[in-house]
């Protein structure tokens, strides 16, 4: 009775903070005075590239100029040019910004397939969730890197959308099996069955009950896969295998430096791009482990 | 014909084993129950955890699959009903066990109370409103809880907005899980008393799940006393606490604390008795497996489960 | 366990039909097929049909399907157009040297993981655990490519301590004690760069568990009968924590497989990752093909290995 009692409080307490989620979430990040720099660096940058990215003129930027090859950096060109005799500053805003919209969206689309994914076998369990997670299991072995660089370069009329759907098309599965494991928690409570027993519809539970009660994990969930995401799109681009030379993002500026004379002598060109990726990436990953602490209501600081 | 009425109820888990994962057996939670009940009563299921009670509540509301058997409502098999024929579902409502649990803690009460009336009824948003609040007072809280959340209550009030959902489409029958186990003993008494006054006010039935016998002698006409899945005893709340057949249910009445101290002395000692009584007559009363017998009648108000050679 | 091993080597089959049968379709959605890389195009139309013909390329898919997974089975992956030589040869030294890379990452992974792991488990809230856990902070958030180029361009070019590409100096003799040498020189840097990144996750597992154990209760009452502090963690804590990391290297291999792409490709290390990359920009499709599926391959056995051993060493998986 005691330790039943000791339980009660303790959801009571848990339960008490959570229907302002949101707050606590916004609460724990000012509280965590790193998060809360790494926030305000990533609203400058963010604002920063898309306004700044309104004046610039991308093919004047990707124009190539013979006269201005590999120019270390100076008054005109503030990061030097690359071989093209391209600015690299120019093609920063502009990577940044293409960096940090191919992240958002891919980790949008790839949230909502974990998302209805999750909820549906952690809901339905029995045999769809069986079923289900026998897919997810057979996603998860493949060599992804390899698989995407392969479709990649096989995919007919090869474009930005094309890019970003075959990244989602790999990239839904850990999200997905975490909302699941959750949905699954949840969906046990009574509060799920009594909804049951009001005549409320399953599709309806998920979103209106289940979702809810789920959504603060998502939320720090697609944080950290949005840091991820600007990595693998930075990877693969990298490698050739992401964005063109004619769209330059974050990763394209690094690819410059697969040549071994550019990687040594011309820093200029990828050593920005570089440390832009691991800061927003740190960035990013502060503010998701704030969040993380928030849902947790062990490790909040707040 | 009974209002609500069960026949040989079987509810059955896989244990799902081997290297394909097959059914390789079955847990009988529910392993062939019957029982009827009358309008306007309340019919109480005992039994210890794991006997199969809340299985059989749950396989009424559909909430759990049913193997074999029967269940009939006010003339009406119910057991396998489907999609667009749930319309039964509306007269039969439950209220949980866990206060805590069966709110969601997303969401306001106007919203927890008004979920059924917005799966049922075509109402505005002020009609909802006004509806949630009558509900609201007829459970005994104040209107203005509406734009609360679950956790702002206490455990009793929490309960009461668990009734206040149950009976926003003027069920018929309201199957009660532990309705009170899991409140303090101070908030117990109160909230079974305004049970009864729902009850007599909105002509309820009821199913009563508990393994509290003092509680179930409060509540309940009739009693059924489960054990692994099985009766052992059933009848009026006056045949079985007076009169108990099976050492099964002697032992369980055996076993409820007298208040008086000075019965103290004597208590023991009838329990050291039926103890006893039960040590050396297990095998009468139980199967190879420990199971129970079938039910035999002995009156028309009293069954027990006994082996057929008595 | 048994039951668990068995069921578990069950699910990889359907898992291999799959995977195989993914390559299958990417192959045939490549242009060409495995004629473009036989006979050159001068040749006329009809003694081109011929040849499609005896290489079974007018079959309905799954014939072609059947003898192209026999063919793998037994090792062959056909031709490769660019090298002109059978694939199977191609790859043949590459995966010695992708092994070799592999082995020195995990054993350097370990090597690290530990210590650090244990260190800032034991300690935790001390200076060196806040060092610590900071690295692995940093290293969660660092792509692997950005962090093996910056240590190339340090060690490799600025203070030239290593060799900047290949996996040997030219003209030394196999077998020789300086040819070993220096293979393994030229191995170190990609190596070292892996597994600085792969560690980090090994390092924080081993660091939460060490301290979710430590306040368990068998170690709580271990150390009130008197057990030494060293004892506690030898006998007790570490036996608990350490087995589940020997576990996790199948996992390991998955996670090396994207690894080697990059490194190899940016240390220009003759592996199969820079096999890989080098015949997907040369469209030599069939040797993508064959490398693509030797990765999923060894995807699906490693997880297939650690899934086994971790249900040896933590037997609540065995439930599921």
């Known amino acids: 009775m005691e330790v039943n009692n000791m339980e009660m409080e303790a959801k009571t307490q848990e339960s008490s903070q959570s229907p302002s989620g949101l707050i606590i979430l916004w609460r724990e990040i000012v509280r965590d005075k790193l998060a809360l720099v790494s926030l305000i660096f990533l609203v400058l940058i963010t604002t920063f590239v898309y306004g700044i990215a309104l004046f610039l003129d991308q093919s004047e930027i990707i124009k190539v100029d013979l006269f201005a090859i590999h120019e270390p950096p100076s008054k005109e060109f503030w990061l030097g040019t690359d071989y093209g005799g391209r600015d690299v500053f120019g093609q920063l805003i502009i990577g940044t910004r293409n960096s940090l919209s191919i992240g958002i969206l891919v980790t949008l689309m790839t949230g909502v397939i974990a998302i209805v994914f999750g909820l549906v076998a952690g809901y339905f369990g029995g045999a769809v969730d069986n079923i289900l997670m026998r897919i997810l299991d057979f996603f998860m072995v493949l060599p992804f890197l390899m698989i995407v660089i392969v479709f990649v370069s096989i995919v007919p009329k090869y474009s930005i959308l094309s890019f970003s759907l075959i990244m989602t098309a790999f990239l839904w599965m850990g999200k997905a099996r975490l909302f699941r494991a959750k949905a699954l928690q949840e969906s046990e409570l009574d509060y799920v069955q009594a909804a049951r027993t009001l005549g409320t519809p399953s599709i309806k539970i998920m979103f209106t009950h289940v979702f809810p009660n789920i959504y603060s994990i998502i939320i720090v969930a697609m944080t950290l896969a949005l840091a991820n995401n600007i990595g693998l799109e930075s990877g693969l681009s990298f490698l050739g295998f992401g964005f063109p030379e004619s769209t330059p993002s974050l990763g394209t500026l690094m690819s410059y430096a697969r040549n071994p004379q550019t990687l040594e002598y011309r820093w200029w060109i990828w050593l920005p791009a570089a440390i832009l990726i691991l800061l927003i990436m740190l960035s990013i990953r502060n503010v998701g482990e704030a969040l993380k602490r928030a849902t947790d209501a062990r490790q909040r600081r707040g | 014909m009974a209002f609500l009425e069960i026949k040989d109820l079987k509810v059955h888990f896989p244990i799902k084993g081997g290297i394909f994962g097959r059914t390789v057996d079955h847990i009988k939670a529910v392993d062939g129950v019957s029982l009827a009940v009358e309008k306007g009563m309340t019919y109480g299921l005992v039994g210890e955890s794991g006997s199969g009670k809340t299985t059989t509540g749950r396989a009424v509301l559909g909430l759990n699959k049913v193997t074999d058997g029967k269940i009939i409502y006010n003339g009406r098999d119910i057991t396998s009903l489907r999609g667009s024929k749930l319309d039964y579902r509306k007269d039969i409502q439950m209220i949980f066990q866990d206060p805590y649990s069966s709110l969601n803690p997303k969401k306001r009460v106007l919203d927890i109370v008004s979920e059924p009336l917005k799966n049922y009824e075509k109402l505005s948003r002020q009609e909802i409103k006004k509806r949630v609040q009558e509900l609201l007072e007829l459970v005994g809280l104040s209107p203005e809880s509406i734009v609360k959340y679950p956790h702002q209550f206490s455990g009793g009030q929490r309960q009461r907005i668990g009734v206040a959902r149950a009976i926003a489409l003027k069920p018929k029958i309201i199957i009660a899980d532990e309705p009170v186990s899991a409140l303090d003993v101070s908030v117990q008494a109160q909230v079974l008393n305004f049970m009864q006054d729902i009850q007599s006010e909105l002509d309820l039935t009821y199913i009563f799940i508990s393994h509290d016998l003092g509680v179930i002698k409060h509540m309940c006409d009739h009693i059924g006393i489960m054990y692994r899945g099985r009766y052992v005893e059933e009848g009026t709340t006056e045949a079985i606490f007076n009169d108990p057949q099976h050492i099964y249910t002697k032992r369980l009445v055996a076993a409820i604390p007298d208040i008086n101290p000075r019965n103290r002395e004597k208590q023991l000692h009838f329990r050291q008795e039926v103890e006893t009584e039960y040590e050396q007559s297990y095998n009468d009363y139980f199967d190879e497996d420990g199971l129970a017998f079938q039910l035999q009648t002995i009156s028309d108000k009293h069954s027990v489960a006994l082996p057929e050679r008595s | ?320």
């Open chain 3, 1 to 320: 366990m048994w039951k668990f091993t068995v069921r578990r080597m069950l699910i990889m089959i359907p898992q291999l039909i799959l995977l195989s049968l993914l390559i299958f379709i990417m192959a045939q959605m490549m242009p060409g097929d495995a004629l473009t890389g036989l006979i050159d195009p001068s040749v006329d139309p009809e003694t081109i049909e011929q040849q499609r013909e005896k290489l079974g390329l007018n079959e309905p898919w799954h014939v072609q399907y059947a003898d192209w997974v026999s063919g793998a089975v037994q090792g062959d992956f056909g031709q490769s157009f660019r090298f002109k030589m059978p694939v199977t040869d191609l790859m043949m030294e590459r995966m010695i040297n992708t092994f070799w890379l592999s082995l020195v990452t995990l054993i350097i992974t370990y090597i690290i993981s530990i210590p650090l792991g244990i260190t800032s488990g034991r300690y935790n809230d001390t200076w060196a655990d806040q060092a610590i856990t900071s690295y692995t902070y940093i290293g969660f958030a660092t792509p692997l490519f950005i962090f093996a180029l910056v240590m190339l361009w340090i060690f490799g070019f600025y203070f030239g301590w290593f060799p900047t590409g290949g996996s040997v100096k030219p003209g030394l003799e196999p077998g020789t004690f300086e040819y070993i040498l220096s293979r393994f020189n030229h191995l170190l840097l990609p190596a070292i760069s892996m597994s600085l990144i792969a560690t980090v996750s090994t390092v924080q597992y081993l660091r939460n568990d060490i301290i979710d154990t430590k306040q368990k209760d068998f170690i709580i009452t271990a150390r009130s009968k008197g057990a030494p502090e060293s004892r506690v963690y030898n006998r007790h804590i570490l036996r608990n924590s350490l087995l589940p990391i020997a576990a996790f290297f199948g996992y390991e291999l998955t996670g090396l497989i994207g690894g080697t792409v990059f490194v190899e490709t940016i240390f220009s290390y003759p592996g199969m990752g820079q096999l890989f990359i080098e015949s997907i920009t040369l469209r030599d499709y069939s040797v993508v093909t064959a490398t693509t599926l030797l990765f999923g391959v060894a995807a699906v056995l490693g997880t297939l290995i650690s899934d086994i051993i971790l249900s040896i060493v933590d037997p609540r998986i065995r439930i599921k």
